[in-house]
């Protein structure tokens, strides 16, 4: 598993950031984070508690399917698949395809979040 870096930046500073590295004004750094939020709220919603005890459960029983990963947490299908897309989106899990199952992977199970006031 890895380290997963993600920052926390307003939009307008994000969109900024991004018109300045492309104009070749900045040039990140290599330590900078790969995945940025525009809040800590959103950031909250994608690593809820009940997400990372999700999490958890990944990485310690490797469920082979969505259904087993549905039984072990508790938790619907449906919701299950929408909160993994959510997570694949941010590099957290993976989800790879094996025919008509799909296997969740967590990519991710240390999180450093650099938030900067100002």
């Not at 310690?60 to 938790?75: C, D, K, N, Q």
């Not at 199952?101 to 967590?106: L, M, N």
């Amino acid at each position: 598993m890895s380290k997963l870096k993600i920052g926390i930046m307003p939009r307008d500073e994000f969109q900024r950031r991004i018109l300045d590295i492309a104009a070749g004004k900045i040039t990140p750094k290599r330590e900078d984070p790969k995945i940025w939020f525009s809040s800590m709220k959103s950031l909250g919603e994608v690593l809820s508690d009940n997400n990372i005890r999700l999490l958890k459960l990944i990485n310690e029983h490797h469920p082979e399917t969505l259904g087993e990963l549905a039984r072990l947490s508790g938790r619907h299908t449906s919701n299950l698949s929408r909160t993994l897309k959510t997570m694949e989106k941010y590099g957290i899990v993976e989800l790879k395809k094996h025919a008509q199952k799909v296997q969740v992977i967590t990519k991710a199970t240390e999180f450093d979040i650099q938030y900067a006031i100002g």
